[in-house]
C-alpha cells in the first residue's frame, strides 16, 4: 500500500525497535510500535528537491546551521535501524548529497556501520545521543551502548558526515552532575581532532508524561524511579497539545546552567546550539 508521508518533516519510515523509556511514542502505542515502511520514497525526494529550489540560498545563520536549510528526516524513527530494512535512508542521503543548500538530520542511538557506505558529503548530519552510561542501562533499552556511540563518531565524520552529539536527555538524579562531568571528559579524551572540530550539541532535560508514566510502571517500573520525579516537575503543555510535565523553571534552569559550565570545563571545543 503507498503511504504518503511528508509534512512539515521528510519522514519514510515510523517505529522502530529501541524502548527507550522516555520516548513520547509510548504513550499512544505502548511499547509494540513495529517499523512502518513508507513506500513512495520518489514521491518524498522529488517533492524535497522542489522544496528546496524555493527556499532559494540562506541568506540568515540560526541555531540549525549557518548557511543550509535542515531537514529531520527522523522525526518520528531512528534512521539507522530503518536503514536496516529498506533503502530509504540511503535514497534521502543520496537526494541531499545533490542539494548544496540543503542538509539531511537525523538523531540516532543506534550504530550502523553500513551507513558508512553512502558517501554523504557533508549534506548529512548524524546526531549521535549519549547519555551518562548508568542511566542509559535503564533508560535506553534495546539500543548500542553509550561507548559504541561514542566510538563511531570519528569513522562516520571520515567518511563523509556531519556528526553533532545530542546531550539527552539530563535527567536530574542524585550524582547527576558528576555523571555527566565524566561523559563530557571521555567524549574530550576519545574524539579526534577533526570530529572535535565540527561539533556541535544540543542539551534537552527531561520531558516526561504521566500516559506514559503508567505505561513504565507496568513495563519498566525501575525507569520510573528516575523519570517521575514529583517533587522536582510541574505540568507543562507541550506545542503539540499534549500535557506533559518537565522540571520545574527554577530547577531546570539551575541545571541548564550548570551543564553549560560542565561543557565549558569538560569540552570546551563543543559548541552548545541550544540547550532547554
Partial sequence: ?????????????????????????????????????FTNIDQITGHL???????????????????????????????????????????????FRDLPTAKASFATKYVNRQLLDLDPRGRTRVRFSVMPDDDARVLDVRT???????????????????????????VLREGWEEAWGRLLARLSDELGAAARAQAAAEVILLTHNEALHEVNLGWHPTAEQLLWRPDLQEPKRSQNGQDNVRYRAGVKRAAVARLRELVAREAPWLRIRYAF
Fill in 1 to 37: 500500500m503507498l503511504l504518503p508521508c511528508l509534512r512539515e518533516y521528510p519522514r519514510t519510515c515510523s517505529g522502530g525497535k529501541s524502548w527507550c523509556a522516555y520516548c513520547y511514542v509510548p504513550r499512544r502505542k505502548g511499547f509494540a510500535n513495529p517499523i512502518t515502511v
Fill in 49 to 95: 528537491r522542489r522544496h528546496v529550489a524555493r527556499q532559494g540560498p540562506k541568506t540568515v545563520p540560526d541555531q540549525c546551521d549557518p548557511a543550509a536549510w535542515v531537514y529531520d528526516i527522523g522525526e518520528n524513527s531512528d534512521c539507522s535501524v530503518d536503514a536496516l530494512v529498506s533503502d530509504n535512508v540511503a535514497d534521502l542521503v543520496a537526494t
Fill in 144 to 170: 548500542s551502548r553509550v561507548a559504541e556511540r561514542i566510538a563511531a563518531v570519528d569513522d562516520f565524520v571520515a567518511a563523509g558526515y556531519e556528526v553533532h552529539l545530542n546531550l539527552s536527555p539530563v
